[in-house]
């Protein structure tokens, strides 16, 4: 009973948006859109808050305090999984698994490249301080072995 009440309250609410939207020469879904953050009760589709687009359009617009009535929710569980699930081909996974692989080899050449440069620049350093004896002879001892 309470729900044909709701939805004849909502289709009088569309004629009339529709009629004032008609009259003033703007169009209804965008007058709609503008009146939302006005209302204290919002009815509509639960993908408008589930999708990221249209969330960040529209629902930001809505009042914190606000009222939603879901329509058609009888699905809605089936789309929030839906919405947080992610579909990966295989060749993709290998492909990214190769290119991964690619990426360590390279890293790990570098790390032995850099190393034996960084090894040799600072056997120079040493060389060059300990000839010109600025090395205390303790350190020259420990390099040395």
Known sequence: ???CRLESILCRLMTDLRAFGKEKGWC????????????????????YLLD?????I?????????????DEAHNIDNVCIEAL????????????????????????????TDAGRLRAEYNRLVDGLAQRGDLPSKYILILSS
């Open 1 to 3: 009973m309470r729900f």
């Open 52 to 56: 990221p687009k249209v969330a960040g």
């Open 85 to 112: 699930s992610v579909s990966v081909r295989k060749q993709t996974i290998e492909g990214a698994t190769r290119n991964i692989n690619k990426m360590a080899q390279e890293i790990n050449r570098f790390k032995a």
């Open 58 to 70: 529209i629902s930001k617009e809505m009042q914190r305090e606000s009222v939603v009535v879901f």
């Open 28 to 47: 209804p879904y965008f007058l709609a859109r503008h009146m939302v953050q006005f209302a204290n009760v919002v009815v509509y589709s639960y993908q």
